[in-house]
């Protein structure tokens, strides 16, 4: 039984394309996180929501734009693709927000903008 | 600005014996410390961590020690198995919630 679930696991687009990518947790948490994880396998916070509310948006291009419907979903829209946002997308989720909850982390989604 | 390294890229060590993987900080603010581990096509998952109130923390083969003063903590598996041959990961955290993540170590233990 996935605890923290993405779609699709694969993403192959053309450059200005409009995706999304989609996130569920069935663990009950509050907070949510997207990451995203470059060639140099940094992984990098992009946001956070806890309870449906934004938390944590880093400097990232309003190109995307995080969608948390309900407490169990957090969605990724990113607009007008670039080369530069190749990489491999992490949702994460999180009891609560606070340093000492740790996170669990879906598979992934690696997405390819040629 | 990198708050926190993982300066060995990789670490190879033989079944059996000790596997030791580093971690740096720069951030005093920093309270919380974890450590992940992550396989080939999947999340990372997490593996043990420690309060900035505490040494040191251990959870079977793992240990992990903080030393505070010179903003390191180190990992420590043993004894090392080949099912634990993954990327791992460190990450420190404030109160605010926020995790930053070193680049993480490949660790290979050969049988």
């Known amino acids: 039984d996935t605890a923290v679930s993405q779609t699709p696991k694969y993403l192959v687009t053309q450059m200005g394309n409009d995706k999304s990518i989609k996130c569920e947790q069935n663990?009950?948490?509050?907070?949510m996180y997207w990451y995203k994880q470059d060639s140099k396998k940094f992984l990098k916070i992009m946001f956070s929501?806890?309870?449906?509310?934004?938390?944590i948006n880093e400097t990232v291009p309003n190109r995307f734009s995080p969608k948390s419907p309900d407490k169990a979903h957090l969605n990724l829209h990113i607009n007008s693709l670039e080369l530069g946002d190749s990489a491999v997308y992490f949702c994460?989720?999180?009891?609560?927000?606070?340093?000492?909850?740790?996170?669990?982390f879906g598979p992934g989604t690696r997405l390819t903008v040629t | 600005d990198q708050q926190v390294k993982q300066n060995s890229p990789s670490l190879s060590v033989q079944e059996g014996r000790i596997s030791i993987l580093n971690c740096d900080y720069t951030?005093?603010?920093?309270?919380?410390f974890l450590w992940y581990k992550k396989y080939p096509a999947e999340g990372p998952t997490f593996l043990i961590s420690?309060?900035?109130?505490?040494d040191k923390n251990e959870d079977g083969r793992f240990t992990v020690f903080l030393n505070k003063s010179a903003k390191h903590l180190s990992l420590h598996i043993v004894p090392s198995q080949p099912g634990d041959s993954a990327v791992y990961f460190c990450?420190?955290?404030?109160?605010?919630?926020?995790?930053?993540f070193g680049d993480g170590t490949t660790l290979t233990v050969k049988p």
């Open positions: 663990l009950g948490h509050d907070t």
């Open positions: 420690i309060s900035s109130i505490k």
């Open positions: 951030n005093s603010m920093f309270d919380y």
């Open positions: 990450a420190a955290s404030s109160h605010a919630g926020k995790s930053t």
């Open positions: 929501y806890n309870n449906k509310e934004l938390i």
């Open positions: 994460a989720s999180s009891q609560d927000l606070g340093a000492d909850y740790e996170q669990y």
